[in-house]
């Protein structure tokens, strides 16, 4: 088993470019997640999906956009990134139930000039 | 909704001293209690973790302890090494709500020589 999976590892955006970060886990997880982690912010939610087809937003939605059209595939997307979208971002998966274990993708270092 | 407020934020410990870190949840419908552990440029891998039935668990020189009147648990780790040096979360999920595990903002722990 791989994991959790991220693609890219690292990028650098010019600010207004637009990019997709790609997260497939091959663990059969129902639930998917999209974290940023900023100096001292901890972990933040972006956005997350309890099954195919179906996203939530978390507590930092607004300027990214996602994406669940396989259950093993969770795409996070940046329209017209910003400087302040510079980031570490870790995707997850975890399967149903409260007892379950959260498993982390190794992160994408972004930067936005 | 569940708050996990986690305690310190940085922490030094002599190696081979202990080292504690405490958290605090507001759902008393919380029941799990992951932690995680993130090293220098890696995703967060789970070290530990107690159910709202078990007062204390312990795995080698990692325990946890949980007090669900005082909504408190804590993470002790002794006899403390270099390897030991990264940070640290916390994090509770709900029963009543196992779409989403909440997560404290992190300890960096500094294990010094």
């Known amino acids: 088993n791989a994991g959790v999976t991220q693609t890219p590892k690292f990028r650098v955006l010019k600010t207004g470019q637009s990019m997709t970060l790609l997260c497939a886990q091959d663990?059969?997880?129902?639930?998917m997640y999209w974290y940023r982690q900023d100096p001292g912010m901890g972990l933040r939610l972006i956005h997350y999906?309890?099954?195919?087809?179906?996203?939530a937003k978390g507590e930092v939605p607004d300027g990214y956009n996602v994406s669940r059209l396989k259950k093993q595939n969770f795409l996070l997307g940046l329209e017209s990134a910003a400087p302040s979208q510079t980031s570490v971002y870790f995707c997850?998966?975890?399967?149903?139930?409260?007892?379950?274990?959260?498993?982390f993708g190794p992160g994408t270092r972004l930067t936005v000039l | 909704g569940e708050n996990v407020e986690q305690h310190p934020s940085t922490l030094s410990v002599q190696e081979g001293d202990s080292a504690v870190i405490k958290c605090t949840y507001s759902d008393s419908a919380s029941n799990y209690f992951p932690w995680y552990k993130q090293e220098l440029g890696k995703g967060p891998q789970l070290i530990i973790d107690i159910r709202s039935n078990v007062g204390e668990k312990k795995d080698q020189r990692i325990a946890v302890t949980l007090n669900k009147t005082a909504k408190h648990f804590s993470l002790h780790i002794t006899e403390t090494q270099p390897e030991d040096s990264a940070v640290y979360f916390c994090?509770?999920?709900?029963?009543?709500?196992?779409?989403?595990?909440?997560f404290g903002k992190g300890t960096r722990l500094h294990i010094l020589p």
């Open positions: 997850a998966s975890r399967a149903r139930g409260s007892y379950n274990e959260q498993f």
């Open positions: 663990m059969n997880h129902e639930y």
């Open positions: 999906s309890v099954g195919e087809g179906t996203t």
């Open positions: 994090a509770a999920t709900s029963m009543n709500r196992d779409d989403k595990i909440i």
